[in-house]
């Protein structure tokens, strides 16, 4: 059967099919929601234009900052994370860094690199039972309860692996408190991570401070925005320190390296040695 159809008449259809509100472009121009780059180029920092790319409108100074330090607070975290691993694992397999960047990135799932996400919901989740009438402490031990009912003891933003205080954590809480402070967030979310944090103290009888994910999820609450950018912008972010350490891995050389030296091998748990001439005939 033949689908083909005239030319005349479906010019709208073919510029239908894909529509954005992000870019404008013709011969000449690019406008990005409606703003000319050449006016945007030198004016903007990557975060502002973070910002206008999936919001649509220039943020306020303190909304840029505040975004800006969240993106600057996760670029890396040392090798022993998989995804700066795979990237530089990849970067001695002989493949560009586009491929060692991609390598990484595909591993920022819900166990490394989703935390962010899944504390924005849990923040979200609570400032809705605060609006249903509950008070803060009510509203945050009730939903503590139902996300470990749900998921397990593991409470998403909380508690680190590697630092018994995260770092990064207490100076973003900082930078967050001081734009409340000025009015350019509410500081709503920042109470609700505090909450937890007490929450889990009062329940195991030490504290579980706040890590990088929590911190970095109660700006982007704060600056509401929808939690599944939380991801999206984690992946930029630690997309830089991939980037550095795929490169700097080009610049050491190696080939093939695997995740321990060649020299080590992993712990063989199967079958004893066996022989197949000992099954007789096959």
Not at 129 to 149: F, N, P, R, S, Y
Not at 207 to 226: K, S
């Amino acid at each position: 059967m033949n689908t083909s159809r005239p030319l005349e008449g479906i010019g709208h259809e073919v510029s239908d099919w894909w529509k954005t509100d992000i870019i404008e472009m013709e011969p000449g121009i690019i406008r990005y929601q409606g703003y000319p780059i050449e006016q945007l180029i030198g004016e903007l920092s990557f975060a502002q234009m973070i910002w206008l790319m999936v919001r649509g409108e220039l943020p306020s100074k303190e909304q840029g900052e505040l975004l800006d330090s969240a993106l600057v607070s996760a670029i890396d975290h040392g090798p022993q994370a998989p995804s700066i691993a795979i990237a530089r694992m990849a970067a001695t397999c002989g493949i560009g860094l586009n491929n060692a960047i991609a390598s990484a990135v595909n591993v920022l799932g819900d166990v490394h690199g989703g935390a962010g996400e899944q504390a924005m919901e849990l923040y979200e989740n609570i400032a809705r039972l605060m609006d249903e009438g509950l008070e803060l402490q009510e509203a945050v031990a009730t939903e503590v309860t139902e996300h470990i009912a749900n998921h397990g003891k593991f409470i998403p933003g909380f508690g680190h692996r590697f630092h018994p205080v995260d770092p990064r954590a207490p100076k973003l809480m900082s930078i967050v408190r001081d734009a409340a402070s000025k009015g350019g967030v509410t500081g709503r979310f920042a109470d609700i991570a505090e909450g937890i944090e007490t929450e889990l103290q009062n329940r195991k009888g030490k504290r579980i401070p706040m890590n990088i994910d929590g911190a970095t999820a109660v700006i982007y609450a704060e600056l509401e925005m929808p939690s599944p950018l939380a991801r999206g912008l984690f992946c930029l972010s630690r997309s830089v320190g991939i980037l550095a350490h795929a490169w700097e891995q080009t610049q050491q050389g190696g080939r093939n390296k695997g995740p321990i030296p060649r020299n080590i091998l992993w712990n063989y748990t199967g079958k004893s040695k066996r022989d197949l001439k000992d099954r007789g005939t096959l």
